[in-house]
């Protein structure tokens, strides 16, 4: 009855359209009167959710994104990525895809990305003759990388629901998939490109390129500077974001020099309106876990998974689907709090890695984000690109295929993910 009540009440809550996190606190204070718990209780649960050293790493690296995103890093971003690959056949098809790999390095969001690079990309395509479907289309499915390509705010949500997990081996585990998966979309969108004989990007000329790869590169030496700490052992996670933040502070006024001063406030009030969501929902989300462990539905979960197949390959196609459907209709952050200590006790009992199953994890819930009927990635870019969700969820389709095809290769070779940990020992 008690597991009833906790899952029921909050699926009535979504179904209701109550926001999640308040759904998971509705729902975790109706089955804890239920079951006759102190509320203090769930309320110290919630607090110690947010008792985290790692956690201080998320707002540094909001900032560090909100600044260079305001500070002109989208333009330059997408300068470079032209430089290096936009005289091909379909060139600004590859310049979108490259820019989402390079800015998905410094904001770690898919939504940051799709609205900083598509405002830029969708236009321009469509300028030069693009449909406006397909220019849609590459950009939020190249957006899908932010969430993987370090550094990554979800890496660390899905690392504090794991029970601390190394930041650093999920950042890096994170690469290798994020920029096959990059390469796997540029390879799409270049054969699609060739058959509608979609024309060749503009060359650049040579003077020009000292000063664009310039520029470019002093936006990206942020995540050098936040990677490289990690993988060396001189920074923690939270202390490289702190750096990054104040290097993209540096870089973004007193280099780049497009924003005054005053712009700050602005970023600072957006920044404390992302981080406020993203840290009620870890608060609440640690009451909802912990009535989850309390009532053994994550032991319940993994015997009925296990049970219905004694193949380990079954069982990991079984996790894969449930969190592809999950994505389909809720926000990444909460899910990764949600799923994490329901699914992860699964993936370990059939040999997974928790660094494996956690980008595994953030690879699945990427391709919710731009599959309806409540991906907010894909709402973003038809708004960008002024066209229907169904429209654009019809020109997705040979995109989702790419994107599920990156899903089983990392899923079944998990060398993809842990290698690069290993290399560095993390």
Not at 28 to 52: C, E, F, P
Not at 285 to 301: D, E, H
Not at 349 to 377: E, K, Q, R
Not at 412 to 422: E, H, I, K
């Amino acid at each position: 009855m008690e597991i009833a009540l906790l899952i029921g009440s909050f699926v009535l809550f979504l179904i209701i359209r109550v926001p999640i996190a308040l759904a998971l606190i509705f729902s975790s204070l109706i089955t804890g009167v239920y079951m006759d718990l102190s509320l203090s209780a769930l309320i110290q649960r919630m607090v110690a959710g947010l008792n985290s050293f790692t956690l201080l790493a998320i707002p540094f690296f909001i900032l560090a994104g909100e600044i260079m995103n305001a500070g002109g890093v989208t333009r330059r971003l997408i300068n470079l990525a032209n430089v290096i690959i936009g005289k091909i056949r379909g060139g600004l098809a590859m310049v979108n895809v490259l820019a989402s790999t390079l800015f998905g390095g410094i904001s770690g969001s898919a939504l940051a990305d799709t609205s900083a690079v598509g405002s830029v990309m969708i236009p321009m395509m469509k300028k030069n003759n693009y449909h406006a479907d397909y220019s849609v289309s590459v950009t939020i499915s190249s957006a899908a990388q932010g969430v993987l390509i370090p550094p990554s705010h979800n890496m660390i949500i899905y690392s504090t629901a794991a029970g601390g997990i190394s930041v650093g081996a999920l950042f890096m585990g994170g690469l290798l998939p994020g920029l096959l998966l990059g390469l796997a979309l540029m390879v799409l969108a270049y054969v699609i490109a060739v058959k509608r004989n979609y024309p060749k990007g503009d060359v650049v000329e040579a003077k020009d390129i000292p000063r664009i790869v310039w520029e470019g590169l002093l936006g990206l030496f942020t995540v050098v500077i936040i990677i490289g700490g990690i993988v060396s052992g001189f920074f923690t996670a939270t202390e490289s974001a702190a750096i990054g933040a104040l290097y993209a502070f540096i870089i973004t006024f007193f280099v780049y020099r497009e924003i005054p001063l005053k712009a700050m406030a602005g970023i600072l009030h957006s920044t404390f309106k992302t981080l406020s969501m993203v840290l009620f929902l870890i608060a609440a989300s640690s009451s909802f876990g912990w009535l989850l462990s309390l009532l053994q539905i994550p032991m319940l979960v993994s015997e009925a998974l296990i049970s219905i197949s004694p193949n380990d390959i079954v069982t990991i196609l079984l996790i894969i689907l449930i969190l592809l459907v999950l994505g389909m209709f809720m926000d990444m952050a909460p899910l990764i709090l949600i799923a994490t200590p329901i699914l992860l006790p699964v993936a370990v009992t059939v040999g997974m890695d928790p660094v494996h199953f956690g980008v595994l994890m953030m690879l699945c819930l990427a391709i919710g984000l731009v599959t309806p009927p409540v991906g907010s990635v894909l709402f973003v870019g038809s708004a960008i690109g002024e066209l229907t969700i169904e429209k654009v969820s019809k020109a997705m389709l040979p995109f989702y295929g790419a994107m599920l095809v990156v899903v089983l290769l990392v899923a079944f070779f998990p060398d993809l993910v842990l290698w690069l940990p290993g290399v560095f020992d993390q």
